[in-house]
């Protein structure tokens, strides 16, 4: 939020001498975070004044461009030239050259005289161009830093002004004023306002606050009295499918003024403010509609009366219905989605964007302006949904005054008549009947108790009396009433802040706690901590995304099988992005959205892991209340809140594409691919000391005939293996992208409690090898598992080294090579004990698989 210096002092005594940085300091004491300082100064200084064209002589040029030899008197008529910076004319008559056509003789305009300085350390000084010494600039918006119009120089008629020549333009346009920026933390919504920030530095200083939506009088309806407020335009509320209960609109109130002058212009100063505020001038209405938000608080908006049909409706959408916003889009709305709609159809997504067809414009004479009280919620989901987000939107996800309404909208009215001459024709409409803040009971102990200030009941009673809430005593307890711009005030911990923010943080004091000794981390968090590490000095780079997915996702990588059914998961009630409303049930997702991200900006060669919860919802799903703060719940409430907690595991996954090493002159490098995604997922094994069986198996996500399914004491607990084509595809994945994805809680649970290192042998070990043509459908797993079995206890290592199946093989099966290394504990082997063993295993082999030896 940005706040114009001139426009605070309108409603608190901030100094005039006061600088940016001064307001910040005050605001910053009551919680508020400073973000920038704005002053046009810093980039733009004088001379720059009023000056009168007195001559303009058009010079066609060579080039086919003609330019304009002006001469511009820049002081009072009769009155003699002060400044002496070298390049300005003692007779104030200054000569120009001028590109553009937009003025005539005896317009007043814009002059930066020789020494000025323009955005962009543009610096003014007389220079010789198009056979004349040129003076000075006749300036457009644009290169004064007020605007993005370029079309033409400023003409100041444009603006209903006629200044004296000499004047100081700067001072005319209100650019000696600066603004500070502050950022508004989402519960403090009533601080996107100039109401809101002087009442906050109201608290911090304690100077007087005026409130500007007290200085508005607005007329009774269906009264006797000559001034009373008349029936207006038709409104009808409806909301058949409110969002947790709550109607999406609960006040909708118009104001029509009529005989309004569309091309009147914009007042300087109420430019100057919506620039410094950040925002651009556009037209008259428009202005005052944005005017009046940054002033109040309080959205509203501006209908042209004559595109209007028939009487306003408020509802949700009809699926599939259409509505192009003001920004010339096209948007199909949602069920869910709160519109504004004429007898015609849409004509305003609520709180959030109108509708392009009842905007004002240039021919526009009379206006419904309103203005509303809508849900947070539906609004916060609406902007999210059309990735839409507004000045208006931004207040209203936060809480706007329900109060407001009818004062906002007299205020648009009363500017209108002022500034663009029309005639509040009393026709008002004030439908539904806002919520206001409930009472809270406050025990005047529990601030201390929260705080550890010792705060007395005066301080307590004054605090929350300055944010305007209505204090009564019952009993022990007092019951607070938030005033009706605070509706982040719900509970008496949010009343607790209020007063320790506003007696001042700094009273809080500082103890650092203790503590206990003798503790460190559990077995699962060493664990843990060993895997991560392990993994990382295997090559591994390790990486964290959100745990926010879309259900196809989750669906898709969650389950092996594709049944057509999303799988069981957890939505979340208010998502940050409507395309991802679920929590995870994998980590591959997000892991997968890494490496596409990496690989998209060259690195090829990408081997990455992430660890992380996942979340499986249980029967049941949260509690049916919230037991109170500060107060021990007993067990079987603290059992209630543990069963409504979805079970959330640990899972790791690895993913992996490109070489395995770069390549070198002569020595390409080796292609990863699914047997290294089934060696990660026996890395994480190794550190934890379990055994993994790996067999083939099958997930909808993977290739099918490379996915291994991966055991843990007979349970799968994971699948390694190469991504689908589809999916690499849809994903938008390298070739060959291979993964694989562990129940790693399931792994630490059953690793041993105590892992012991193997004692290394001093003796020698035998090595012999063994080829064995078995069926092709028999996995090498198996036949390992087998030999291993057959081999005895001599056997300490068996690895797969080549597999082959073409010529001299029977069609149907397949050579599977194995290398055995054979050690004995207490003694060197002979040939002959290793020969031996190696016979068992084939024998065995040969009685299980009919395998037969190559």
């Avoid at 609520?350 to 419904?368: K, L, N, P, Q, Y």
């Avoid at 936060?398 to 001459?421: E, I, K, T």
């Amino acid at each position: 939020m940005r706040i114009p210096l001139s426009w605070i002092r309108e409603y608190t005594r901030f100094p005039a001498s006061g600088t940016a940085e001064d307001l910040m300091a005050e605001l910053v004491k009551v919680g508020l975070e400073e973000e920038d300082v704005h002053r046009p100064t810093d980039e733009l200084s004088g001379p720059i004044v009023v000056g009168e064209v007195l001559e303009k002589i058009p010079e066609p040029q060579s080039n086919g461009k003609t330019i304009n030899w002006c001469q511009v008197r820049v002081v009072p008529e009769g009155a003699a030239q002060t400044l002496t910076h070298e390049g300005i004319d003692p007779s104030g008559v200054q000569g120009v050259v001028c590109g553009a056509h937009n003025f005539e003789v005896g317009d007043k305009v814009v002059v930066t005289l020789p020494g000025a300085v323009l955005p962009g350390d543009f610096r003014i000084a007389a220079r010789k161009t198009y056979g004349h010494v040129s003076a000075g600039m006749i300036a457009s918006v644009r290169e004064l830093g007020i605007g993005e119009d370029h079309d033409g120089i400023l003409v100041l008629s444009t603006l209903g002004l006629d200044p004296e020549p000499g004047t100081d333009a700067m001072e005319l346009l209100g650019l000696y004023d600066s603004a500070a920026e502050i950022n508004v933390t989402p519960d403090r919504g009533y601080a996107f306002s100039l109401r809101g920030i002087a009442r906050e530095y109201s608290h911090a200083t304690g100077s007087p606050f005026i409130d500007p939506a007290a200085q508005i009088s607005t007329g009774k309806i269906n009264t006797d009295d000559d001034d009373a407020a008349r029936p207006g335009h038709k409104v009808t509320l409806t909301d058949h499918t409110p969002i947790y209960g709550v109607d999406g609109c609960s006040r909708f109130v118009t104001h029509k003024v009529t005989g309004i002058n569309p091309e009147a212009p914009t007042p300087p100063w109420m430019a100057s403010r919506l620039r410094l505020a950040g925002m651009r001038s556009i037209s008259i209405a428009v202005d005052v509609s944005n005017y009046v938000m940054l002033e109040l608080g309080q959205p509203n908006h501006c209908y042209d009366a004559a595109k209007l049909d028939g009487g306003i409706e408020v509802r949700r959408a009809a699926p599939g219905e259409k509505l192009t916003t003001l920004d010339e889009k096209v948007r199909t709305l949602n069920a869910e989605d709160l519109v504004i709609t004429d007898q015609s159809g849409p004509i305003g997504i609520a709180g959030v964007m109108g509708g392009a067809r009842t905007e004002v414009d240039a021919t526009t004479s009379t206006v419904i302006v309103e203005a509303a009280h809508f849900d947070p919620i539906s609004i916060s989901r609406s902007k999210r949904r059309h990735k839409l987000p507004s000045e208006a939107s931004k207040r209203f996800e936060r809480g706007v005054d329900p109060l407001l309404p009818p004062l906002a909208a007299q205020r648009v009215v009363d500017l209108l008549v002022q500034l663009a001459g029309g005639t509040d024709t009393r026709e008002v409409t004030d439908a539904g009947a806002p919520e206001l803040p409930q009472p809270i009971r406050l025990d005047p102990a529990l601030p201390e108790k929260l705080t550890g200030v010792p705060y007395t009941q005066e301080q307590i009673s004054s605090t929350l009396g300055a944010i305007g809430a209505e204090l009564r005593q019952e009993g022990e307890h007092l019951l607070v009433t938030p005033p009706s711009w605070r509706p982040d005030l719900t509970i008496p911990a949010a009343l607790v802040e209020e007063i320790a923010r506003l007696v001042g943080y700094d009273q809080i004091p500082s103890r650092l706690p203790v503590p206990p000794a003798g503790r460190g981390l559990t077995t699962s968090q060493q664990r843990r901590r060993g895997v991560y590490a392990g993994m990382a000095a295997a090559g591994f780079t390790e990486v964290l995304s959100y745990p926010f997915y879309s259900e196809a996702a989750n669906t898709r990588f969650g389950q092996a099988e594709d049944t057509g059914k999303p799988m069981p998961m957890l939505r979340l009630a208010n998502p940050i992005a409507s395309q991802h409303p679920a929590l995870r049930t994998t980590v591959l997702p997000g892991l997968l959205e890494a490496l596409r991200r990496n690989v998209s900006r060259g690195f090829t060669d990408v081997a990455l892991f992430e660890a992380g919860a996942v979340f499986h919802p249980k029967s049941q799903l949260g509690s049916a209340a919230i037991p109170d703060l500060g107060v021990y719940p007993g067990e079987e409430v603290l059992a209630e809140l543990d069963a409504g907690i979805p079970d959330q595991p640990l899972h790791i996954a690895a993913a992996l594409s490109g070489a395995e090493a770069a390549e070198l002159p002569g020595v390409p490098g080796r292609r990863r691919d699914w047997a290294d995604a089934v060696d990660a997922a026996q890395k994480v094994a190794d550190l934890l000391r379990v055994q993994l069986e790996v067999v083939q198996g099958q997930h909808q996500a993977f290739h099918p005939g490379r996915t291994a399914e991966i055991r843990f004491n007979g349970e799968r607990v994971g699948h390694a293996g190469e991504l689908h084509p589809k999916v690499i595809e849809e994903l938008d994945l390298p070739a060959r992208t291979s993964v694989m994805e562990l129940d790693l809680s399931a792994l630490i649970n059953g690793s041993p409690e105590q892992i012991s290192a193997e004692p290394i042998s001093t003796f020698p070990p035998t090595t012999q090898d063994v080829s064995l043509i078995v069926a092709h459908a028999l996995p090498a797993a198996e036949l390992e598992a087998t030999l291993t079995e057959g081999a005895g206890e001599l056997l300490e290592n068996i690895e797969l080294f080549d597999v082959y199946s073409g010529e001299h093989i029977e069609a149907g099966h397949k050579s599977l090579a194995f290398a055995l290394r054979f050690r004995a504990e207490d003694r060197t082997l002979t040939a002959e004990e290793a020969s031996e063993a190696r016979a068992g295993a084939v024998a065995l082999a040969q009685q299980r698989h009919s395998a037969v030896q190559r």
